[in-house]
């Protein structure tokens, strides 16, 4: 268990290297040992690994071991699972045991899941009338058909973030078809004239990078929603700008946009046709419909993806009346209930995980003194009607 800790830290790059080279002619001609001599190639991978920056890892896998980053890292994640892989047939191939690894986590977290959720009741909290909290997956949510005006929300981006209860670690294909499921079950609850704001990087790198913001749309569409705008958030994050791939060279370069996109579409006709209290305020209006967004992101340290109130803030002022129904499937530590109840909406939130439930619930009871504060500025502002 663990044995590439036992190999010595500082071993010769160049031994690692031809040790990986014969260990990989073995398993060419040896296919009852194959997944045995994986696991040794994926225990040396990972003591080089350890001696290395990550540019000078892909520099040397690629000149002294002829592999692939993609490659690499499947034989690396072989080899941190060794418990795993030792009950697994000596001729399984390397897909095999990925996904056999891939399997059995993905059904410790289920069970783990189920066991918080049996052991660990929603804490009972006093939320606001219009206000609603649950447990609830996003592919079979607790609503009507047809009950929700606009869904604001910020999915899991399926990119290994730690989540305390998710399956976020699966394969891009299979984060894919949950996508479908989710997109078919919003477009079921939304109203007639429903709208969806979400919010997705342009891209993400998952085994190659994947255009995660036009598969998130054809799924969409393919659900029945209609393509109305897409607003560019820039949210200055420069962790997304400083991996550029070959310094100086065209031989690699990594082009990445250091933006995140609001994908705004609609159910039915768009124009709603109707007037009502809103919060939209002329320069506001001047502003938001340049669909360029510039402000910060936002960090919370009890959850590791959470977006600031900035932006559900704008897409509900922009695309809601006030009394609408707003919802977030994926409402993580609560941010878009929070800001749709300071904002009069009725607000229907969701989440998988109970720990972000009871999290969302805690932050709408404390935040209940806000409400009044809105209220004050509302009233300074005055009552609007849509123009």
């Known amino acids: 268990m663990d044995s590439y800790r036992a190999l010595d830290k500082e071993s010769d790059l160049d031994t690692l290297a031809e040790e990986i080279r ?9 296919a009852q040992q194959a997944i045995a001599l994986k696991v040794q190639i994926g225990e040396r991978l990972l003591a080089a690994k350890e001696q290395l920056k990550h540019g000078e890892f892909l520099v040397w896998l690629g000149t002294k071991c002829g592999y692939n980053q993609r490659h690499a890292y499947k034989l ?28 059995e986590l993905h059904q410790e977290q289920r ?21 609603d909290i649950e447990v609830a997956d996003a592919a079979d949510l607790p609503l009507s058909d047809g009950e929700v005006d606009l869904i604001v929300t910020s999915p899991p981006y399926g990119l290994g973030i730690d989540y305390q209860d998710s399956d976020d670690d699966e394969g891009y294909g299979v984060y894919m078809e949950h996508v479908q499921a989710w997109c078919a079950e919003l477009y079921r609850v939304a ?10 990087p342009l891209d993400v790198t998952r085994g190659g990078t994947k255009p995660f913001y036009a598969d998130w749309l054809e799924r969409l569409r393919v659900a029945g929603w209609q393509y109305r705008c897409t607003i560019v958030w820039n949210e200055g994050n420069i962790n997304k700008s400083i991996a550029r791939g ?5 031989a690699s ?5 250091p933006v995140e996109v609001i994908l705004v579409m609609h159910k039915g006709e768009w124009n709603l046709r109707r007037n009502g209290p809103h919060d939209l305020e002329h320069g506001d209006w001047l502003d938001w419909t340049n669909g360029l967004w510039t402000f910060g992101g936002a960090y919370r340290s009890d959850h590791p993806a959470p977006f600031p109130e900035e932006l559900p803030r704008r897409c509900i002022a922009l695309f809601s009346f006030r009394g609408d129904t707003v919802i977030d499937p994926f409402l ?18 969701f989440d998988h995980s109970p720990r972000y439930i009871a999290l969302a619930r805690a932050r709408l009871a404390e935040g209940e003194g806000n409400h009044a504060t809105e209220d004050r500025r509302l009233a300074a502002v005055g009552e609007k009607s849509s123009r």
């Not at 014969?22 to 040896?30: P, Q, R, T, V």
């Not at 690396?76 to 690894?101: K, Q, Y």
């Not at 878009?336 to 939130?349: D, E, K, P, S």
């Open 76 to 103: 690396m994640h072989l080899a941190r699972n060794l418990p795993r892989v030792a009950s697994l047939p000596p001729d399984t191939s390397l897909r095999g045991a990925l996904e056999a690894i891939s399997e």
């Open 191 to 200: 109203a007639q004239q429903g709208r969806i704001c979400l919010n997705v």
């Open 253 to 257: 370069p990594h082009v990445i946009a």
């Open 332 to 349: 993580g530590s609560g941010t878009t209930a929070v800001v749709a109840g300071r904002m009069g909406r009725r607000t229907l939130g």
């Open 111 to 131: 069970k783990a899941r189920d066991e918080e959720r049996a052991s660990a009741p929603i804490p009972a909290v006093e939320l606001p009338s219009s206000v």
């Open 22 to 30: 014969g260990l990989e002619a073995d398993a060419l001609g040896h």
């Open 246 to 250: 070959s310094v100086d060279s065209p």
